[in-house]
């Protein structure tokens, strides 16, 4: 497709149920970001793919939290045992490997619709 | 670790006037700096960003930011606004090359009146 897109767009939990969010990124980029936004909120950075290589996941909440990229394309993020506070808005952004000449860290990423979880 | 401010949570302008949403960054290296526009119930689109060179950049939609230095600010700015650019703003940092975390500031909401 033309842009990153996420699926579900919404998504309602009961507390304690496991959830899957899946993103599938722009054709061709190698970097994949996950994101979270609560409500009145900056986004805020969970964790970086590079291909399938998880190379940061520094921003995960907690070990409920786990993100793949098995193939180097879509990514899942699995948030286990749901709880309110993981109710927000889950971003998934995507960016090309730098270009010649391009710095690297400057590159664009381009974000998806995000998926809005509400976990009651 | 690096830091974005947005002083303001809102800001109101008339349609035709100019209009400025500011931000200010933390870094310890050099600052790589973004802007992007939210509309609701859709995700954050890019509208410029400074990486080097020319202090002043031209983005998407008419909209441009002046990187200063000395401020430690990357204020965006419009000639003359449009009740379409209501929307929700975030300026974001990334520091140097091998950091993979953006942060971004808590947002500006900009309305624009006809």
């Known amino acids: 497709g033309a842009g990153v897109s996420q699926s579900p767009r919404y998504k309602v939990a009961k507390r304690g149920q496991d959830v899957a969010l899946r993103c599938d990124p722009i054709s061709g980029h190698v970097s994949l970001f996950w994101y979270q936004q609560a409500l009145g909120q900056g986004p805020e950075f969970l964790t970086y793919f590079q291909n399938e290589a998880q190379l940061d996941k520094s921003g995960l909440p907690s070990d409920r939290f786990f993100a793949e990229r098995p193939e180097g394309s879509v990514s899942t993020l699995k948030i286990q045992r749901t709880q309110q506070e993981d109710s927000a808005v889950y971003l998934c952004?995507?960016?090309?490997?730098?270009?010649?000449?391009?710095?690297?860290?400057?590159?664009?990423?381009?974000f998806g619709p995000g998926t809005r979880l509400l976990v009651l | 670790a690096q830091s974005v401010a947005q002083p303001e949570d809102q800001v109101n302008v008339a349609e035709g006037n100019p209009l400025t949403v500011k931000c200010t960054y933390s870094?310890?290296?050099?600052?790589?700096l973004f802007w992007y526009v939210q509309y609701p119930n859709r995700g954050l689109q890019f509208l410029l960003k400074?990486?080097?060179?020319?202090?002043l950049v031209k983005g998407s939609y008419g909209f441009e930011a002046e990187f200063n230095k000395s401020q430690t600010s990357f204020h965006l700015k419009k000639p003359s606004a449009l009740v379409s650019d209501s929307a929700l703003y975030f300026c974001a940092v990334r520091e140097g090359t091998y950091n993979n975390d953006m942060r971004f500031g808590a947002g500006t909401r900009l309305t624009v009146k006809p």
């Open positions: 870094v310890s290296g050099n600052p790589y």
């Open positions: 952004a995507s960016s090309h490997r730098p270009g010649q000449g391009e710095v690297r860290g400057g590159e664009t990423q381009y």
């Open positions: 400074y990486i080097t060179g020319d202090n």
